[in-house]
């Protein structure tokens, strides 16, 4: 077998130590991945020339990064984790990085409890500065997808969400068994892919909010075809004839509210007459 199949073998997920405290790459490129989304942003800021100010994205910014956090940590332990109860009874417990005195940062993050996060922090925003929920989230929709490729990159390289087994030439040796580095195939799809698909259609936008409707439904689409090839959450295991696993569920889920809902607004919007 190649360095690449035996990765995990010689790879440490530690970068490196600041104060004793090892900060390792999964921390790394979700920092990026914020940081990344937020100039991303400002770019099309620009770049459309949007009645959008730099500094509100700043302030805004802010917002997210503590909805986002919040929302993907609370959403693990309801969606995901097999000790709910526990984190429900200790909440202090739910963001505590040390386990029996030992620092091991703060482990499970669901995107759909992100996502929630994000709609709320963003509503709150909205309400607070007075500026229209669509026209942010139609900006989001564009700074996203690029920076959700780091996040997917941080999974690959702290050994979670592993992939399900093949006999793939490229496949990551995980536990003595060749698995699909299926966080890699999300960041093509769920990254470059959901770009690509909300970029293009900008041009045949027709109402406020539009792109992130778009980009909602085509990133469930392509994050439930990238599952085929993710193992299912041990935990919980395929829900549906052995295949089909949580994820997909929510994803398809997503897709379906994203296609319900451009539909509805485009209906509101001919009959407003702004088409």
């Known amino acids: 077998m190649s360095a690449w199949n035996k990765i995990y073998e010689t790879f440490d997920p530690i970068a490196f130590t600041l104060f004793y405290m090892p900060i390792h790459w999964y921390g790394i490129m979700y920092v990026l991945a914020l940081l990344s989304a937020l100039y991303i942003g400002k770019y099309f800021i620009k770049k459309d020339k949007l009645d959008f100010k730099s500094k509100e994205l700043d302030s805004y910014f802010f917002y997210v990064e503590i909805g986002v956090i919040l929302g993907a940590r609370l959403g ?30 703060i482990r499970g993050m669901s995107y759909h409890g992100a996502v929630l996060g994000f709609l709320i922090a963003t509503y709150m925003y909205s309400k607070k500065h007075k500026i229209e929920f669509g026209k942010i989230m139609d900006l989001v929709a564009i700074s996203v997808p690029l920076a959700f490729v780091f996040g997917r990159i941080g999974n690959f390289l702290n050994k979670e969400l592993i992939g399900r087994e093949t006999d793939v030439p490229w496949g990551i040796l995980v536990d003595g068994i060749l698995r699909h580095p299926s966080q890699l195939y999300e960041a093509i799809l769920e990254g470059f892919g959901v770009f690509i698909v909300v970029y293009a259609y900008r041009r045949f936008q027709k109402f406020s909010g539009e792109l992130i409707l778009v980009y909602g439904t085509s990133y469930g689409l392509f994050r439930a075809i990238a599952e085929i090839w993710r193992a299912p959450d041990a935990q919980i295991g395929y829900i549906c004839c052995n295949f089909i696993t949580f994820g997909q569920a929510l994803s398809l889920g997503m897709s379906l509210i994203g296609v319900v809902a451009w539909l509805y607004f485009k209906n509101k919007s001919k009959k407003r007459g702004s088409f």
């Open 76 to 105: 693990y332990i309801l969606f995901y984790d097999t000790q709910t109860l526990y984190y429900i009874s200790h909440p202090w417990q739910i963001f505590n990085p040390f386990v029996n005195g030992e620092f091991v940062g």
